[in-house]
């Protein structure tokens, strides 16, 4: 079973920056994308930015410029490195990878607030 933990969420100030991270463990698996999404209060679920297989990336016209997403591979890591926070990224994120074979799995989010 395909399992994900966030972490790097908190309070930042706008402009400040912040690293989101995630690992992702189970059985060896193989995936069409690895990638993040944000929901705000009274807002539907938003991507953010997405890497595919082969290392080609996606990223929301919001966000792009100021946000970067990679990965580690040894580490079985994402990354969403994010510069230039505004307040209204303020959000849960959430990692996720759409496993071949198997659907979408979703961490448990963690919490990033831009405000001064």
């Known amino acids: 079973q395909v399992q994900l933990v966030e972490s790097g969420g908190g309070l930042v100030q706008p402009g400040g920056s912040l690293r989101l991270s995630c690992v992702v463990s189970?059985?060896?698996?193989?995936?069409?994308?690895m990638g993040w999404h944000r929901q705000a209060a009274g807002k539907q679920r938003e991507l953010v930015a997405d890497i595919l297989s082969g290392g080609t990336t996606v990223t929301a016209a919001s966000v792009k410029g100021r946000f970067t997403i990679s990965r580690d591979n040894a580490k079985n890591t994402i990354y969403l490195q994010m510069n230039s926070l505004r307040p209204e990224d303020t959000a849960v994120y959430y990692c996720g990878v759409d496993v071949v074979g198997s659907g979408y799995f979703w961490g448990q989010g963690t919490v990033v607030t831009v405000s001064s």
């Open positions: 189970g059985s060896d698996f193989k995936f069409y994308t």
